[in-house]
């Protein structure tokens, strides 16, 4: 499932797609009725790929906790989010068995049930979302290794040294005319 591009908007019930940037904001596209709408930057956005769920000893990204979710549920839809608190403490039991009682609150669990079902609906719920994409995985090594000898040359010491030496004594010269512009002043 590619979660990197579904976006929740603080004030919007739902979640959206990012579909283009323009200028001063983004179009969206709400992921279950395919409507699309603009939105200003300064809306608040949270992009579900960011998400992570705490656990006892380290935070799970929700495409994990989706993913549980999913296997539980046999890919079809989870407990609705208006469940008991009880109900939903067993949903995220089941879903995340370590998951940190303290930090992750019902309202949470909630969101969780909800943006599952959304996704569920909009068709982004299938055994195959879940498969990791191959080119990350096989590809993505000898890229690496590509992106690192590349890397390796622009942090040289020589490039690195040459900057630093002339800002120290840009610094120091800075200092003593900040320090005589003082005694001159003061």
């Given at each position: 499932?590619?979660l990197?591009?579904?976006?929740?908007i603080?004030?919007?019930?739902?979640?959206?797609?990012?579909v283009?940037?323009?200028?001063?904001?983004?179009?969206?596209?709400?992921v279950?009725?395919k409507?699309?709408?603009?939105?200003g930057n300064?809306s608040?956005?949270?992009?579900?790929?960011?998400?992570?769920?705490?656990t006892?000893d380290k935070e799970v990204p929700?495409?994990e906790?989706?993913e549980n979710?999913?296997?539980?549920?046999d890919?079809?839809?989870a407990?609705?989010?208006?469940?008991g608190d009880?109900?939903?403490k067993e949903?995220?039991?089941a879903?995340?068995?370590?998951?940190?009682?303290?930090?992750?609150y019902?309202?949470d669990?909630?969101?969780l049930?909800q943006?599952y079902?959304?996704?569920h609906?909009?068709?982004?719920i299938?055994?195959?979302?879940?498969?990791?994409?191959?080119?990350?995985t096989l590809d993505?090594a000898?890229?690496?290794?590509?992106?690192l000898?590349k890397?390796t040359?622009?942090?040289?010491?020589?490039?690195?040294?040459?900057?630093?030496?002339p800002?120290?004594k840009?610094?120091?010269g800075?200092k003593a005319a900040t320090?005589s512009t003082?005694?001159?002043?003061?």
């Open positions: 499932m590619l990197e591009k579904i976006i929740s603080s004030g919007k019930p739902g979640l959206f797609k990012l283009s940037q323009l200028k001063n904001g983004f179009i969206i596209e709400d279950t009725t409507k699309k709408v603009s939105i300064s608040q956005v949270s992009l579900l790929d960011n998400i992570a769920m705490f006892v929700l495409f906790v989706f979710i999913a296997k539980n549920y890919y079809k839809e407990i609705p989010h208006k469940s009880a109900e939903l949903f995220m039991t879903s995340l068995p370590n998951y940190d009682t303290e930090r992750v019902a309202s669990i909630k969101k049930a943006w079902n959304i996704l609906k909009a068709g982004y299938t055994p195959e979302s879940f498969v990791k994409s191959e080119p990350e993505g000898p890229a690496e290794e590509v992106s000898e890397e040359p622009k942090k040289a010491a020589p490039k690195a040294d040459k900057p630093v030496a800002k120290a840009a610094a120091s800075a320090k003082h005694r001159k002043m003061g």
